[in-house]
């Protein structure tokens, strides 16, 4: 199941980018986005998504711990 990894800042989202390319090397570096929300008129407010596809729940924990030390959080994509 993908997941959407949820940042505020593009910085923050690099990082947990290459920090999970290290801890799952099978996925690769996974991908950043940037996803301005409908009705934004602002660029400014866009959010920064790690996209990550094929962890099982107890990598998931993991991923978890490190989204939160950045300040982002997980959704289900």
Not at 24 to 42: I, K, M, N, Y
Not at 46 to 66: I, N, P, R, S, Y
């Amino acid at each position: 199941m993908r997941q959407l990894l949820v940042f505020a800042e593009r910085d923050d989202a690099e990082e947990v980018a290459e920090t999970l390319g290290e801890w799952f090397p099978a996925l690769g570096v996974p991908r950043v986005v940037r996803e301005t929300l409908a009705g934004e008129d602002d660029a400014e407010d866009a959010q920064w998504l790690v996209v990550v596809e094929g962890l099982d729940e107890g990598a998931l924990a993991k991923v978890d711990e490190l989204v939160e030390r950045y300040e982002g959080w997980r959704e289900a994509g």
